[in-house]
């Protein structure tokens, strides 16, 4: 029955990949006829997808693989249960897409975890499943083929699970996960066709002066993504001074200050940090597009204000995006190196930097852009991003909120505990 499970997440992955393009092309077209018409569509944008979350889709704030991580640590079902509903599942892929055409900086990979985690734990109750091992199984299953079918990456989807979501691999659920990846991932090649992400490069990195990019890209991206991680580990218990109790008090107004700052970014880099970054970065990969300097710092800073405004929506492509235009950058002063490779380095550099996965990071790269010539070189990057991004941020992006997100829940859940009981014990 999960194998039922894993094609509808291939489809729910397709559909969603559908209306996520749809969504970027009707903002392409909207920034086409009027740049200056983001300055309104952006704030009332977040403010509408901010009271929309609030009321119809509660939980789906977030990128989601938080809070897929936090149900593999939860032994109380009744929680996972509220966490993984099918109900927010719709509300990740509605307001993604909203977020998407209101120039919001964020991507679906993210989303695709908890959506395929939250198909599969649907799965897992209808078999009538109640051991702990089992159920969390299925929902990492669910997860790792939720990334995988967004990207068209099985194999990433593998270490995804074994490295990010996990930390492990049980021997009674590997042959479950790898399942449900390859069924999701047949369904949406069936749907979509055998793509790469961002196209085939054939860039190498033969062994000599070349590998200099090697250390420039890991040092570059470990510090830009270990300081990117740590402020958004610091901004997730509270924002800095006047804004905590502004964004308490009045969230819609904060919203609405999130999205103006965003349209305001999006008019100085002429449309470029609007959205999950994938054209821009695809561009950037195969040399038809060169930024500036500009393009990853407010690409960046888009990041973090996206962040802010707790708006549904994941950071794995529009990191992609940061780590080409570094690497884009990073080529001119690398002559000995062929400037395609050197982009490869920074996209899997900043992201392993942002999330500390350097399997991950460098499967991933290689998988998007089916090239199998640099894996030494990504992985030497990766590893070396991860050292210093590990000096700048101890503890890791995904695990830290997931902690964050868990007592957050489990002290809520209390609270409701205690005031059910005091309910009907009023004495």
Not at 53 to 73: D, E, K, W, Y
Not at 407 to 422: D, N, P, V, Y
Request: proline fraction near 4%.
């Amino acid at each position: 029955m999960y194998c039922s499970g894993a094609v509808l997440i291939g489809i729910i992955s397709v559909i969603f990949a559908h209306l996520g393009d749809a969504a970027a092309d009707l903002r392409y077209h909207i920034v086409a006829l009027n740049a200056w018409s983001m300055l309104l569509i952006a704030p009332l944008g977040l403010v509408a997808i901010t009271w929309l979350t609030r009321v119809l889709f509660n939980g789906a704030q977030g990128s989601g693989i938080p809070q897929t991580i936090a149900t593999l640590h939860m032994h109380n079902f009744m929680l996972v249960d509220r966490i993984l509903t099918l109900r927010i599942a719709l509300g990740k892929i509605l307001m993604t897409c909203l977020g998407l055409i209101c120039g919001a900086s964020i991507g679906r990979e993210g989303p695709s975890v908890q959506i395929g985690a939250s198909i599969m734990h649907a799965f897992s109750r209808a078999m009538g499943q109640h051991n702990d091992v089992t159920r969390h199984g299925m929902i990492l299953a669910g997860g790792a083929a939720g990334m995988a079918a967004a990207f068209n990456t099985p194999l990433a989807g593998v270490v995804f699970a074994i490295e990010e979501l996990a930390h492990s691999f049980e021997q009674k659920s590997s042959g479950r996960t790898l399942t449900v990846i390859i069924f999701s991932g047949i369904t949406a090649i069936a749907l979509l066709g055998n793509y790469t992400y961002f196209g085939r490069t054939s860039a190498s990195i033969p062994v000599g002066v070349a590998w200099l990019a090697v250390l420039v890209c890991g040092v570059s991206g470990g510090l830009a993504g270990g300081l990117f991680a740590r402020l958004v580990i610091r901004l997730s218990k509270g924002l800095p001074g006047s804004l905590r109790p502004f964004a308490a008090r009045f969230p819609l107004g904060f919203a609405a200050l999130c999205g103006l700052l965003l349209a305001l970014i999006g008019l100085a880099s002429d449309g470029a940090t609007y959205g999950t970054g994938y054209l821009q970065a695809r561009g950037i990969v195969d040399g038809s597009l060169h930024y500036p300097a500009s393009f990853f710092l407010l690409k960046y800073l888009s990041m973090l204000i996206t962040f802010c405004s707790g708006i549904p929506g994941g950071m794995f492509a529009p990191s992609l995006a940061i780590g080409a235009g570094m690497g884009g950058w990073i080529e001119q002063f690398l002559p000995h190196t062929s400037p395609g490779a050197v982009v490869l380095l920074g996209m899997a550099a900043y992201f392993c930097g942002v999330a500390q996965s350097p399997l991950t990071a460098t499967i991933i790269v290689m998988e998007v852009c089916d090239n199998q010539q640099v894996t030494l070189a990504l992985l030497a990057t990766a590893f070396l991003a991860f050292g210093v991004s590990r000096t700048v941020c101890p503890h890791p992006l995904y695990s830290a909120l997931a902690a964050g997100f868990m007592e957050k829940t489990e002290r809520k859940a209390g609270q409701e505990k205690t005031l059910s009981r005091q309910e009907t014990d009023p004495s």
